[in-house]
Each structure stands twice: as structure tokens, then as C-alpha cells.
């Protein structure tokens, strides 16, 4: 019922599902119980394949998830069997989406936005020049013991999700508008009307007609590339290791508040700007950031001079090589 196609990925894993080519019940039963699950982080379905792309927690094991998908598919098969089952299934998958948007509030773009709207500004200081025991002084967190529980949810709802503000994107009207802003659009209008006053009432419409399948098609270009790049922003959701309430926890990288203590480990990404408070023969690739193809060495003690040349700051999105032992900083 459930076949594991790939799994040579830590944390990855791909599913063949039997029922669910073309089956968008299925697939919208599965979307509702899969989001609820314990150590799942994200996850992709196509009905038209009629496979599951799953990211979960490291401590889940591929046969774990799959278990979990076959119980979700003969629950699904129940229910269909039921007696008005059409109509009991479209009032459950109603609800089901309902719950869903509820339970994944934080990944809608809007409220994102909003969010990072009315956050407050972190308090900028020069982290660099500081020493590690006063810049945890200063967030008012613990090295060993990191933040609790509820002084994460309170920085975050003051300082908003850990992600840059993303641009609106724009309407299906704006983006066929903006089709007639140029300047060979306006030469051909002004040729129309040349020839309407001139008495060329078909040539007009000639030119008009290619104006508007001009605008057609590059309307229908341009939407449907906007469509590929911001579904390609929720194909990866970045996790990030802290340490909370005196454990090791893995969150999603936009809940890293000012104060946590990170925990990075070899071949991870950097979830947030931070602060180096200890490491053990610790280097950054920081090529997505300067070019250079290096690693750099870093280390936690603070600088005497300017930002130039720093070794104990690091930022988002640069990445750990996979030849390095644990460490710990503070975003």
C-alpha cells in the first residue's frame, strides 16, 4: 500500500502510495492528518505520480512515517465505504482544511507579513566587540540552559518570525496592466490610432489585436513564473537545532528569537545572524555571502577593532562544511 521509493537522505524520504493517482480526496485526507502529526516538518504530494515527498525530525525513522501514511490511507478507505460518503467526505475535508490553515497560521504569507510588520526592531549593539559571557548577560538567556518555553513565544510574538520580509506578490490585473507599459506597446497604439484617423480601420485593428496577444502571452508567462517562484519557497523549510527549557529541540528556522542558543552541527545551515559563544575547530562557508571559496575559521573571543575580517559573527543562510565538530552560538 505505502512503497519507500527513496531514502538515502537523512530526514528524506519519498512514498509511493497505492490509491492516490488522481484521487484528490485522498490527497486532501492526507494534506489534514499528515500536518497533525508529531516530527513532521513538511511535506509534498502529487496526486498526478501519486507520491508523498516527507521531511521529518531526525529521531523519526522512514518506516515510522510510512506506517503512519498506511494508517492515514485506510482511514481514508473507511470512510469512503461509509454510506453517503461523497457528501460526509466534502464536509470533512471542509473542516479538515479549516484545521489545517489553524494549525500551520504562522506559514501563511499574510499573516507572516503582518506579523513582521508590526514586530518590534532588536536592539542593535556591537555583538563583535563584546565578550560571550556578556552578550548572553545582555539577551538574558543561558548558555547551558537556553531560553524557556514561554520567554520563546514572547520574543517572538515582540520580534516577529526569523525570516526576511518578502514582497507582495502581485495580482493576476496588475501583472496584465504592466503587459501595456513599454514603449514599443505605446508606438503600436499610437499607429492604431494614426490609421483609425486616417481612415485604416483595419489595419487598427490588426495592430490592436497583436498588442493584445502580446499581452496575453506574456501575462501567461509571467504569472506562471511568479506561480514556480513562490511555490519553490515552501518545497525546503529550514529547521534549526536550539536548545530550550535545558534540552536540544529542532524548530523551524523562522522561530529563532533573539537569544537562543543554536546548536550547529556539520553540513547545517545557519538558521540566524549570531553571535559565537563557543566552538570547537570551528569554519564557515561564507562564499554565498563574500564569493570566498575558503572556509572561514572562526572563533568566540571578542575583536578589538571594527567589523572588518570578523570571526565571531556569523548569518543566516551560510552553511557549516561537513568535516567539523559541535559547537554552540547565540542568535
Do not use: C
Not at 537522505?9 to 490527497?27: D, H, T
Not at 529521531?59 to 460518503?85: F, G, L, N, R, W
Amino acid at each position: 500500500m505505502v512503497k519507500i521509493i527513496h531514502a538515502a537522505i537523512k530526514g528524506r524520504a519519498r512514498y509511493k502510495v497505492r490509491g492516490l493517482y488522481r484521487s484528490e480526496s485522498l490527497k486532501k485526507h492526507i494534506e489534514f492528518r499528515l500536518s497533525g502529526k508529531e516530527g513532521i516538518i513538511s511535506f509534498t504530494i502529487n496526486a498526478l505520480t501519486g507520491n508523498i515527498l516527507v521531511f521529518f525530525n531526525s529521531d523519526k525513522d522512514v518506516q515510522t512515517i510510512a506506517s503512519v501514511i498506511k494508517e492515514i490511507v485506510i482511514e481514508h478507505k473507511e470512510i469512503a465505504s461509509q454510506p453517503h460518503s461523497d457528501r460526509s467526505e466534502d464536509i470533512y475535508i471542509s473542516a479538515s482544511k479549516k484545521r489545517f490553515n489553524r494549525n500551520k497560521e504562522l506559514d501563511n504569507r499574510r499573516k507572516v507579513r503582518k506579523a513582521i510588520i508590526h514586530s518590534e526592531y532588536q536592539i542593535s549593539k556591537p555583538w563583535h566587540l563584546m565578550n560571550a559571557t556578556d552578550v548572553i548577560a545582555e539577551l538574558e538567556t543561558s548558555k547551558d540552559l537556553g531560553l524557556s518555553s514561554e520567554i520563546a513565544k514572547e520574543r517572538l510574538k515582540k520580534y516577529g518570525p526569523n525570516i526576511l520580509p518578502e514582497s507582495v506578490p502581485r495580482s493576476g490585473f496588475s501583472i496584465f496592466i504592466d503587459q501595456f507599459k513599454s514603449l514599443p506597446v505605446a508606438l503600436l497604439a499610437i499607429a492604431a490610432g494614426i490609421s483609425i484617423l486616417t481612415g485604416g480601420i483595419a489595419d487598427a485593428l490588426v495592430i490592436m489585436g497583436v498588442v493584445v496577444i502580446n499581452a496575453v502571452i506574456g501575462y501567461a508567462t509571467e504569472s506562471q513564473a511568479e506561480k514556480t517562484i513562490h511555490s519553490l519557497k515552501n518545497l525546503v523549510r529550514p529547521s534549526a537545532l536550539v536548545i530550550r527549557d535545558g534540552s536540544v529541540k529542532e524548530i523551524g528556522a523562522e522561530q529563532v528569537v533573539p537569544g537562543d542558543i543554536l546548536v550547529l552541527r556539520p553540513g547545517n545551515y545557519v538558521a540566524a545572524d549570531a553571535r559565537l559563544i563557543e566552538a570547537h575547530h570551528l569554519s564557515i562557508d561564507e562564499s554565498a555571502l563574500t564569493g570566498e571559496s575558503m572556509p572561514v575559521v572562526k572563533s568566540p573571543e571578542a575583536l578589538n577593532y571594527r567589523f572588518a575580517e570578523n570571526h565571531n559573527s556569523f548569518f543566516q543562510t551560510l552553511k557549516i562544511p561537513n568535516l567539523l565538530t559541535f559547537h554552540l552560538l547565540t542568535g
